[in-house]
Each structure stands twice: as C-alpha cells, then as structure tokens.
C-alpha cells in the first residue's frame, strides 16, 4: 500500500514538473513576441517569471529588448528581476538603455538593485546608451545615480565613447554631470586625444571649453588642429567671398 502511494506521489510529481516546463516554455516564446495576454496567462499557471533559455535570458530580458512596455511591467508585478544577466552580461537595464526604450528604463531602474553591472566587454548600462547616443536613457540613469565614471574593458568611460563617436550631445551632459574629463583608459588616452586622434573639432573645442588637460596632447595632434582650423577658416573666407560676389551681381542687375 506504501509502496503504492508512493509511486502515485511520484506521478503527481512528474506530471507537475512537465506542467510547469510547458508554462516556462510557453512564457519565454510570449516575451519574444511581446504577447502580453499569453504573458497573462502563464503567470496565472504559474510559469516561472525568471525562466531561463539556453543563453541565460529572462522573460523581462526579452521584454525589454524589444521595448515591450506593458509586458515588461506585468513581468515586474510577477517578481521578475532585472538583476539577471545573458551569457553575454546583458540586464534588462542594458538592453533597453542601449535601444532608448525610455519606458522601460524608467520601469527598471527602481528595481535593479546595481545600476552599473557590467556586460562581458565591460559596458554598463550607461555606457550602451552613450554609443547608441541614447542621450535620455543617459540622463534618466545619471539621474538614479549611474557611476558615469565607471570603466570598460580597455577602460574607456562614457565620456570617451561619446567623443570616440562624435556624440557632442552626450558630451555635453556627461561634462556638466562632472564625468573625469582627465581619464585615461589603457592606451594613456584622454577625451581630447580621442578628439584630437579623430580630427573632431566640435568634441575638441567642447572639451578645451571645459578645461580638459592638455598634457597628452603631442605636437602631431596640434599640428593636424592647425591644419583643420585652417582648412575650415579657408572655407569660411571662401563662402564669405561667395556671398559677397552674390549680392555684387544682383546689385548690378537691380540697377540694370
């Protein structure tokens, strides 16, 4: 009879594991297809909020990439966590940084419990937005307390990202949130040598303006200035004279 029992308990048991499985599976493929009503439905079956697939990606990970804001909130409501991170590193956080997806950042923030984790190359949320020039997921993250100083893999900081990518907007509010304009990542560069290195006269003038140091600057990086700042007062003196010779002709045809 014991014996009996016991082998029932073990069929409930089994069956229930492949039911809970199915509800897991059946949650993972809704949240790639931002299917909030099947999303619903799994939950109320019990489907496990932080199910996995096979590269560590969450259900509020899927959500999240694609922006997927009611799904990402019913997720949340179901005790997701946003602190689980892919086989790549990536949070939720990451992922709707670096797409822009302001709503989501905005659910996710309040319950990621480290702003700055870091994917495998050392990106942070922070840092994705900056390359993708997400400018309002980077003011939303400085705004929680994002550590804008934090280092990736070749210790680059935002800020140099920014600059690297010419995303003077970006600069712009990293410099005014009191980023290290002084860093250097792990080929002695500074902002303004990645500026001066890409020819960026925008970056450069912004990071001179804020007072960055010009102790790494070499004489080629102020020579190849020189020659930008000449090429482009040469251009001006050109377009200037234009305009000149534009309104000379239609004075004269006036008069005519």
Not at 71 to 95: D, F, H, K, P, R
Not at 116 to 137: E, I, V
């Amino acid at each position: 009879m014991k014996n009996f029992i016991a082998v029932g308990d073990y069929l409930i048991r089994s069956f229930n594991q492949k039911s809970q499985k199915s509800w897991n599976l059946k949650l993972l493929d809704a949240s790639k297809k931002n299917d909030l009503q099947t999303i619903k439905k799994t939950l109320k079956n019990h489907a496990y909020p932080n199910t996995r697939d096979q590269c560590n990606n969450t259900p509020l990970l899927h959500a999240a990439y694609s922006g997927a804001i009611n799904c990402v909130n019913e997720l949340i409501s179901a005790g997701a966590s946003a602190n689980i991170q892919n086989t790549s590193g990536y949070t939720a956080l990451i992922w709707a940084a670096e797409k822009g997806h302001t709503n989501c950042v905005k659910s996710l923030i309040p319950i990621s419990h480290n702003l700055d984790l870091q994917n495998h190359d050392g990106s942070t949320a922070l840092m994705r937005a900056t390359l993708r020039g997400q400018y309002k997921c980077i003011e939303m993250l400085i705004n929680a307390g994002a550590d804008i100083n934090v280092t990736n893999n070749q210790g680059n900081t935002a800020l140099m990202i920014a600059t690297d990518l010419g995303q003077i907007d970006c600069l712009d509010l990293l410099i005014n949130s009191q980023a290290n304009i002084d860093a250097l990542n792990h080929k002695k560069q500074s902002a303004i040598t990645i500026a001066a290195d890409k020819g960026d006269m925008k970056c450069f003038r912004q990071l001179l303006h804020a007072n960055a140091s010009r102790e790494h600057l070499t004489s080629k990086h102020r020579q190849a200035f020189k020659n930008i700042l000449d090429k482009f007062l040469s251009e001006k003196q050109q377009q200037h004279s234009e305009q000149i010779k534009t309104k000379h002709r239609a004075l004269r045809k006036f008069r005519k």
